[in-house]
């Protein structure tokens, strides 16, 4: 009875530390968590960070190195004739591990220029988007192509700033998405060079022998495959991809 007693206790004080934290005024820094400090009110801080997993997966694609990764992944599974295999779920997954290897040290950057002077409330949330952009701006500026920024800034009808530094997002952003899109399609046409012979290779002899009720594909597939593997291809793409972002 005594240990049924002991247990009933402990799980209520497990069950009521959380309310009683709940309970306890808080004090946190960034926005108000209340809006005019009337009950009741809307939560900010809530819909802020709603608001931003809704636009992340946006911020990804036209921010980070995703673009390129993901587009030179499916061009490879294209080239390679192999149609769900690795499984769209294993290349974004992939992309997404090698974007986070790659934005680590903008992210630290960003994190020191404006989330940790924000948290201690030395910056409000307007200077501290204006601080965490400008890593975010220098690390696309780089990658960005002239062509690319001067066509946005022709479209904006901004005038020639006199460093790149001084472009706006809204023109840096877009140039950078164009440039992005544009290399991972030039190495999606490289890689499909050599599966490419394969198959015409392969179409031609089987033609010529007079196989002309086998695909082609069932030959070239397992060929493609075995080169991809013997080259050890996944080092070499992947090692490739990190490189040109040196």
């Known amino acids: 009875m005594n240990e ?7 799980l209520a004080a497990v069950l009521a530390t959380p309310m009683a934290w709940a309970a306890r005024p808080h004090t946190t820094g960034g926005l108000p968590w209340t809006a005019g400090g009337s009950s009741g ?13 809704t636009i992340l997966p946006a911020l990804l694609l036209s921010m980070t190195p ?3 990764l993901l587009v030179v992944f499916h061009f490879l599974r294209q080239a390679l004739g192999t149609q769900t295999t690795p499984s769209n779920q294993t290349l974004i997954g992939l992309s997404l591990i090698l974007t986070f290897f790659l934005m680590q040290p903008v992210g630290a950057a960003i994190s020191e220029a404006a989330i940790v002077p924000f ?10 988007i204006e601080r965490g952009s400008g890593p975010l701006r220098t690390f696309m500026l780089k990658y960005a192509r002239e062509k690319d920024l001067a066509l946005f800034v022709e479209l904006s009808k901004q005038p020639r700033p006199a460093k790149p530094e001084d472009l706006a997002m ?6 950078y998405i164009l440039s992005e899109l544009r290399a991972g399609f030039q190495i999606g046409a490289a890689l499909y060079l050599p599966f490419l012979v394969i198959d015409m290779v392969v179409a031609a002899v089987t033609t010529s022998i007079g196989m002309l009720q086998l695909p082609p594909v ?3 597939t397992p ?13 070499l793409l992947v090692g490739s991809l990190m490189k040109s972002f040196a």
Not at 4 to 10: E, Q, S, W
């Open 119 to 128: 948290e201690h409330g030395q910056v409000d949330a307007l200077e501290a």
């Open 41 to 53: 009110s809307v939560p900010w801080n809530i819909v802020v960070l709603l608001t931003l997993l």
């Open 170 to 175: 809204r023109v840096v952003v877009p140039a």
């Open 66 to 68: 995703f673009v390129r």
């Open 223 to 235: 060929l493609k495959l075995l080169l991809f593997v013997m080259v050890d291809g996944w080092n």
């Open 218 to 220: 069932v030959i070239s």
């Open 4 to 10: 049924l007693a002991k247990t009933v206790i402990t």
